[in-house]
């Protein structure tokens, strides 16, 4: 059943009713509905921490996004997203209903990677019956090739946490877009869900250059061996549009994840 299930709603266009106009319909099918406007104000990377903090003390079962064209024109406003799309999905173990909600036509192709993911429902649609199907199901655990985690505040910086849910990795390079202001400044290794208090790095490498398709990327890596349970850190000032991420290894056939932020 639907009801009293929560919604999560996030809207970033204040200037229309269009966000009281969705919780107000979403209630008359017995969700409670809960959220605010995404922050207009950018000073620092990680500004949307206490969203994601609001949501998971509520216990949300779906988080909404109404979207449109004029979001895709603030690449701040989709790092965030993208950004929180990925926590969730780390500290909720995979078990998030994430759902868009936007004008016919709008073009998901430029969202960020983990946003192209999520199901798209049109406004010229039955959203609302969809988003009651959601909350009636029991969300199942997504299937992850990697997963993505992020820490920090004002003194301690900007901090990318990146492991894979099963097998190993046999040493790290992550990278980040070159072209913008974001540079790598530090990198650890430790047990997966708390920055380490102290790290000790096998090979470490920086200010590697790499090029993927058409994007170059600036990159640091290690050679430590990382189990299920481990986890790579690195440090980032500013912005990264995207990021590469791949085992450090002299295999031609090593996968490579692109990850698009913004």
Known sequence: MAAGKKVYLTALDRKTPLATEVAAKLHQYGLTVLGRYWPEQFDAPLYWLDLRDEFIKEQADIWLILLDETALDSPKSMYGLAQMAYTLNARLEGKVSVLLLAPAGFDAGRLPTVLQAAPLLSLDGAWAARIVATASL????????????????????QWFEFQVPEGALDG???GVEDGGDAKINFQAVGASGALPERSTLEYPVEEMHLTLGDINYTAWGLRNRLEKGDS???????????????????????????????
Do not use: C, H, T
């Open 172 to 174: 790290v390079i992550f």
């Open 138 to 157: 029991p969300v199942k655990p997504q299937s992850r090739e990697y997963i993505l985690d992020f820490y920090g505040n004002e003194k301690l910086g």
């Open 232 to 262: 790579y850190f690195a440090r980032v000032q500013g912005w990264p549009r995207s990021l590469i991420v791949m085992p450090y290894s002299d295999d031609d056939e090593s996968n490579a994840w692109r990850i698009a932020l913004a």
